[in-house]
């Protein structure tokens, strides 16, 4: 008889404590729930140990690196990875454990689409959905590909497909999206850096435009009315803005962008 496999979520936090909670309930039905934690001056532990989980603390240095330190602290074959800032939908227990109890040796992984919601409401354009996202994988083969911003898990083995959603209410409001455009384009340009990229004055001023024309009118972003303008927009402006900062770089001689 085959063995029943068991979960560990792994959930990073950082002063989350108005989504946090939402976070764990959503997931309390796993084995075994991890939090890893860089520090946080609010409410967010004391929330999360409301739900019976290990808290670890760890110094922040990015995602990826933060994540891939967290794998050893969980104890089963099968790890899910969530944020903060997500959900699942009630049915997503059942469709996660008939995956993993019925997956091959050779499958390590199992992406998922994720539903974006833009101030309260579902973004289904723009190139926004399904925004495949790879959470669900096998402790021994994944690992996360060491990049500051927008890292993804790698697997030498098969990629799946599960028929849930992942909720993403990563942008509640304008105000907090700014202040992840400063850090996540800081990121971006530090990367260029590190890897060599050779600035160029046409990419800066032409792919931004590019970016917009894709997004509100390519990928049909202006069906989300006012909010598929202002993404388009914004991911115009992360580009313009990350190329900004990494000829800032090279200008003033510096070895990282500044905070």
Not at 30 to 57: N, P, W
Not at 227 to 245: E, I, Q
Request: hydrophobic share 40%; glycine share 4%.
């Amino acid at each position: 008889m085959k063995e029943i496999q068991k979960i560990s979520i792994l959930l990073p936090t950082f002063n989350c404590q108005t989504s946090v909670r939402a976070s764990l309930a959503s997931v309390e039905w796993a084995d075994e729930i991890i939090v890893i934690d860089s520090f946080s001056k609010d409410d967010t532990i004391k929330i999360a140990t409301e739900y019976g989980v290990r808290v670890f603390q760890h110094e922040y240095i990015n995602s990826a690196k933060q994540k891939n330190w967290a794998i050893q602290h969980c104890s089963n074959e099968w790890i899910f990875q969530i944020d903060s800032d997500e959900i699942l939908e009630e049915k997503a227990e059942g469709i996660i454990r008939d995956a993993i109890n019925n997956a091959g040796e050779n499958t390590h992984c199992f992406k998922m689409p994720r539903k974006n919601h833009v101030l309260g409401k579902w973004v289904k354009y723009g190139g926004l959905y399904p925004d495949w996202e790879y959470r669900l994988f096998r402790k021994e083969h994944g690992k996360w590909w060491e990049r500051e911003v927008h890292s993804r898990i790698v697997v030498p083995g098969e990629v799946e497909t599960l028929e849930t959603p992942l909720i993403h209410h990563g942008m509640p409001n304008i105000s907090k999206q700014i202040l992840n455009l400063d850090r996540y384009t800081r990121y971006e340009a530090n990367y260029m850096f590190r890897n060599n990229v050779k600035f160029s004055l046409v990419k800066w001023f032409l792919k931004p435009i590019s970016i917009f024309f894709s997004r509100y009118v390519f990928q049909q972003g202006f069906r989300d009315g006012w909010r598929g303008l202002f993404l388009a927009v914004y991911y115009a402006f992360y580009s313009f803005l990350s190329h900004t900062k990494f000829y800032e770089i090279q200008l003033l001689r510096l070895k990282r962008s500044p905070e």
